[in-house]
């Protein structure tokens, strides 16, 4: 059952389309993130979900009921926001109570309830602080506690972790999908954060431009891009040039090497595309292996080591093509392979390596690189700032 619609919505900052014809349907106790880079229009697509901007067209439905021209606080919806904004002459209890008791809910049933979220997240031993007495971490956890009290139908997320460090990051996230899980909210998180996005979603939506680049699980837009955009966002790609041999067999070529590789097949023949691939799906060979099982492999020479804990990144640039390798393609990018760091002193700098591309574990798709998709991404202006409420 949908609990939030969007429906075609669209706005405009002056000459600027910040959001551009946005349709989604959220489920009931759903999690999604709107993910993108700054500018693509993620939280103004929030802000018009909570009644703070209003759509130039389109409209915001919540349990089949229009709120487009509802106010924000007539939407029954709850909002945490980067900031925190807490109230700073009040303590962690008075703060979750706030909206209860706005609401004028009985005494007895907001204590019980304030009671039961500051459990809830681990904030009973500062029930009785105040916001400048507390860390980062423990005033998120109060304005998450002061968003759901309320009960709302919907949670709004405006990039909440991004103002604490990295530990307290990770363990909020556990927070929030453990909040979710338990109290069955429908929540939209707004976030820039690749891995916050992909560690706690039902669904991610990638955004580019104000439009969505495409909807998915987190595991569907990692390991099965559907556009260079999304695959150079989301984690590391290498971009590897092909031809189109044959768009019918989804048959690809690359200097000389021909494999039959996914997401090819109805793609025109003799088109230029991309093979995609993750740095941890290739595999390092002796510099005098050929290709293998049919799958693809590059030469190339290790540039730098790049120590990432359990495992090393390797950057490869590849030897330019030889006489009799196919048809001329464009060359392809610095290659990251990832290895498991206790063999990484195989592959120093300077040494000559083959590499082993997988065709099962790679996608073909057509269009520019991802390098060249950011290039001509433009940013839109900053949205006004609305004073928070409850």
């Not at 909020?172 to 453990?178: G, K, W």
């Not at 044959?246 to 048959?251: D, H, M, P, T, W």
């Not at 269009?367 to 928070?388: D, N, W």
Request: proline letters at 7%; glycine letters at 10%.
């Amino acid at each position: 059952m949908s609990r939030l619609e969007l429906v075609n919505v669209t706005k405009r900052f002056g000459d600027q389309v910040a959001v551009s014809d946005f349709n989604l349907t959220v489920d009931d106790g759903e999690l999604v993130s709107f993910l993108g880079p700054s500018g693509c229009g993620k939280t103004t697509t929030l802000r018009m979900t909570a009644g703070f901007e209003a759509p130039d067209s389109g409209s915001v439905v919540v349990d089949g009921v229009d709120m487009t021209e509802i106010p924000t606080n007539k939407r029954g919806m709850g909002m945490v926001f980067q900031g925190y904004a807490l109230f700073p002459n009040m303590t962690a209890t008075e703060n979750v109570e706030f909206g209860l008791a706005v609401r004028k809910r009985p005494l007895a049933d907001r204590r019980a309830r304030v009671a039961e979220l500051l459990e809830l997240f681990g904030l009973a031993h500062v029930a009785g602080s105040y916001p400048h007495q507390m860390s980062g971490g423990q005033q998120q956890r109060v304005a998450l506690a002061r968003a759901v009290a309320i009960q709302p139908g919907v949670l709004l997320l405006d990039e909440p972790l991004s103002a604490v460090d990295a530990k307290v990051r990770e363990e909020l996230r556990t927070e929030i999908r453990r909040m979710v899980t338990q109290l069955g909210i429908t929540t939209i998180l707004v976030t820039h954060d690749q891995s916050e996005a992909l560690s706690i979603s039902d669904r991610v939506v990638v955004m580019n431009r104000g439009a969505i680049e495409e909807v998915g699980t987190p595991a569907q837009v990692y390991a099965e891009p559907r556009s260079a955009f999304t695959a150079g966002f989301i984690g590391a790609m290498n971009e590897i040039p092909v031809r189109i041999v044959s768009g019918a067999q989804g048959l690809v070529e690359r200097r000389g090497h021909r494999v039959t590789a996914p997401g090819a097949a109805g793609l025109a023949d003799g088109e230029l595309a991309l093979l995609l691939v993750r740095p941890e799906s290739l595999e390092p060979l002796s510099a005098t292996n050929g290709s293998l099982n049919g799958d693809l492999t590059l030469t190339g020479q290790v540039e730098v080591q790049t120590f990432l804990g359990a495992t090393t990144r390797l950057l490869i640039r590849e030897f330019p093509a030889g006489a009799g390798e196919g048809p001329a393609l464009p060359p392809t990018r610095r290659i990251a392979v990832d290895v498991p760091s206790a063999s990484a002193g195989r592959w120093p700098a300077g040494s000559e390596l083959a590499v082993r591309v997988p065709v099962e574990a790679s996608r073909v798709i057509a269009g520019r690189s991802a390098a060249e998709a950011a290039r001509q991404t433009p940013t839109t202006p900053a949205t006004p700032t609305t004073p928070p409420g409850v």
